[in-house]
């Protein structure tokens, strides 16, 4: 059974940085597609970044490229979001998500089979 937990999140202003972490239990992430999401107050949940197998065919939304970096430490179990020059506009409940094993990579939310509990963002101005 593949368990996802997100600890971290928090609050910073606008042009800071934080990383976001989710160790996967069970989800040999070298296998299947491990990404982010985010849904922003009232609005509905969005794809902001995903990988298949440590580093190959990343995605990243056209609003957090150059900002935001994916990537995953296999040894660890753990997926990372690194967002710098973060803005207002990126505060959102972010969520881990794997699919089921080989499944290729894809921005619908309702593809994934594995999500995070989530973690608050806020970025104040």
């Known amino acids: 059974q593949v368990q996802l937990v997100e600890p971290g999140g928090g609050s910073v202003q606008a042009g800071g940085s934080l990383r976001l972490s989710c160790v996967a239990s069970g989800a040999n992430a070298r296998r299947r597609c491990m990404g982010w999401f985010r849904q922003p107050p009232g609005k509905e949940r969005e794809g902001v970044a995903n990988?298949?197998?440590?580093?190959?065919?990343?995605y990243y939304a056209d609003s957090v490229k150059g900002r935001f970096t994916i990537s995953q430490d296999n040894a660890k179990n753990t997926l990372y979001l690194q967002m710098n020059n973060l803005a207002v506009e990126d505060t959102a409940m972010y969520y881990c998500?794997?699919?089921?094993?080989?499944?290729?990579?894809?921005?619908?939310?309702?593809?994934?089979?594995?999500w995070g509990q989530g973690t608050q963002v806020t970025v104040s101005s």
């Open positions: 990988m298949f197998a440590a580093g190959d065919k990343i």
């Open positions: 998500a794997a699919r089921r094993l080989y499944f290729a990579c894809n921005t619908d939310p309702g593809a994934y089979d594995y």
